[in-house]
């Protein structure tokens, strides 16, 4: 796509993680469905999926159309299920504040 990403922006330790999502990005033709932990939603990821849907069209094309899936934690286990975020995104979803080391998913941290 047409869009410039200024990886100064970006801590180096997220580099890679960024880097590989921008890469399976240029193979998916639409981005179908955003997949977060189930209500009450947190803010973070409210701001979140604004966002992705108010500014991540050129990198995430589909993105402003992209149904959003709310999941429960036992949801998700059977979800992510020897799948990783990586194997997601090949398939058009974005994991927003849940699914392991994603991308999108603040919660990594706190085992930091």
Same mark, same amino acid.
């Given at each position: 796509?047409?869009?410039?990403?200024?990886?100064?922006?970006v801590p180096a330790r997220f580099r890679p993680m960024f880097e590989r999502l921008a890469e399976i990005s240029t193979r998916v033709k639409k981005w179908k469905r955003v997949v977060s932990h189930q209500l009450p939603l947190h803010?973070?990821?409210?701001?979140?999926?604004?966002?992705? *849907?108010?500014?991540?069209?050129?990198?995430?094309?589909?993105? *402003?159309?992209a149904e959003i899936v709310?999941?429960?934690?036992?949801?998700?286990?059977?979800?992510?299920?020897? +799948?990783?975020?990586?194997? +997601?995104?090949? *398939?058009?979803?974005?994991?927003?504040?849940?699914?392991?080391?994603s991308p999108f998913n603040e919660h990594q941290l706190e085992e930091e």
């Open positions: 796509m047409g869009c410039q990403i200024n990886w100064d922006l803010l973070d990821e409210e701001v979140g999926y604004w966002m992705l *849907r108010k500014f991540g069209g050129e990198i995430f094309p589909g993105i *402003r159309d709310f999941r429960s934690a036992e949801d998700q286990k059977t979800l992510f299920e020897g +799948h990783d975020w990586e194997w +997601h995104a090949e *398939r058009g979803t974005i994991l927003l504040g849940t699914g392991g080391d």
